[in-house]
Nanobody, 119 residues
Framework: QLQASGGGLVQAGESLRLSCVAS????????VGWYRQAPGKERELVAR???????DYTDSVKGRLTISRDNAKNTVYLVMNSLEPEDTGVYYC???????????????WGHGTLVTVSS
């Protein structure tokens, strides 16, 4: 349902753009988010965006990572600038979406994309 891409191996200070596309029958997408799971650590929220356009970031990425969404393309992005080794991990996208106008909201996870930042 969600396809994430854009991860890779980069050096500290470089940039990446992650993408997450929702497919299937979609009526609306509500809140979206990017999570990160570093080696040996639990998954944590990195950035999120509401359907109204407000965004929120964990402190360690503020000013460097930007979440955005293209509702027409059912896609959410995470632009990652000035990457640091501490940003290394598997990045997962999450979307709350509805398949029909009056149906329930479901939450889906992407399969994850690996970001490795070398020093």
């Amino acid at each position: 349902q969600l396809q994430a891409s854009g991860g890779g191996l980069v050096q500290a200070g470089e940039s990446l753009r992650l993408s997450c596309v929702a497919s299937g029958s979609i009526f609306s997408i509500n809140a979206v988010g990017w999570y990160r799971q570093a080696p040996g650590k639990e998954r944590e929220l990195v950035a999120r965006a509401t359907s109204g356009g407000s965004t929120d970031y964990t402190d360690s990425v503020k000013g460097r990572l930007t979440i955005s969404r293209d509702n027409a393309k059912n896609t959410v992005y995470l632009v990652m600038n000035s990457l640091e080794p501490e940003d290394t991990g598997v990045y997962y996208c999450n979307m709350g979406l509805k398949h029909t106008r009056w149906g329930p909201r479901y939450h889906y996870w992407g399969h994850g994309t690996l970001v490795t930042v070398s020093s």
